[in-house]
């Protein structure tokens, strides 16, 4: 396995007991290929059933700008890329050695030209984007998604949509499971991003339970 700057879980592909035998990507074999490679090595890309919603929910939303935040090797981009094939996309890693093989990634699926992929902190980037972004995708260090959420919303376009990735993370925010003491900080950032959206006047909520759970906002038309 990779020695990668911060750690990350198995993310092997679903099994093929109840609906997951259903979630099947359909995505160019170039893609498939990456994929294939991340779930060996371990590298925290969305698995299969994760992976069909946000294709389906972009290719629903038809998105002209798409902003991903945790761009691991480039695969959930290059999957929008693919279902919205005139979206212009900015995508934002911090890690060095998962940057690079997204950049490589882009180019062997021939979205390069489509794709703004910034090597960088997700806080310090999205205060100097301009929007408006018709859907952002959240997928980068779980403990910050409640303090880049107001920056989120103001970037998001009016109807436009934030997905939240792996917001019930093995049952902790839930409290479907006990949390683990160290944790506990992380199952509360979570809980209190949950908490958040919900509540919010300006956005519609809804968490699914897909994957390890994910928090689909619309924000509202004025």
Avoid at 10 to 20: E, H, L, N, W
Avoid at 87 to 102: L, P
Avoid at 162 to 175: E, K, N, T
């Amino acid at each position: 396995m990779d020695d990668f700057s911060y750690a990350h879980r198995d993310t092997s592909a679903s099994g093929s007991a109840g609906v997951a035998r259903f979630n099947v990507p359909h995505i160019p074999p170039e893609l498939q290929n990456i994929r294939r490679e991340a779930f060996a090595r371990e590298i925290p890309v969305a698995g299969d059933e994760t992976l069909c919603f946000l294709m389906a929910q972009a290719a629903a939303r038809r998105p002209a700008r798409i902003l991903e935040l945790g761009t691991a090797v480039g695969t959930s981009a290059a999957a929008m890329a693919y279902v919205c094939p005139q979206a212009q996309i900015v995508t934002v890693e911090r890690d060095e050695n998962f940057y690079s093989e997204a950049v490589k990634n882009f180019d062997i699926c021939g979205i390069s030209p489509r794709v703004n992929a910034i090597l960088g902190d997700a806080g310090e980037v999205i205060s100097k984007l301009e929007g408006p972004f018709d859907l952002i995708f959240l997928d980068s260090a779980k403990v910050q998604y409640v303090k880049y959420l107001p920056r989120l919303k103001e970037l998001l376009s009016s109807g436009g949509v934030l997905i939240a990735d792996d917001v019930l993370l093995f049952g902790w925010a839930s409290g479907e499971a006990e949390v683990p003491k160290k944790r506990r900080m992380l199952a509360l950032h979570i809980e209190e991003y949950l908490r958040a959206v919900s509540t919010d006047e300006q956005l519609i909520t809804s968490v699914i339970r897909v994957g390890d759970g994910i928090a689909l906002s619309v924000k509202r038309q004025i």
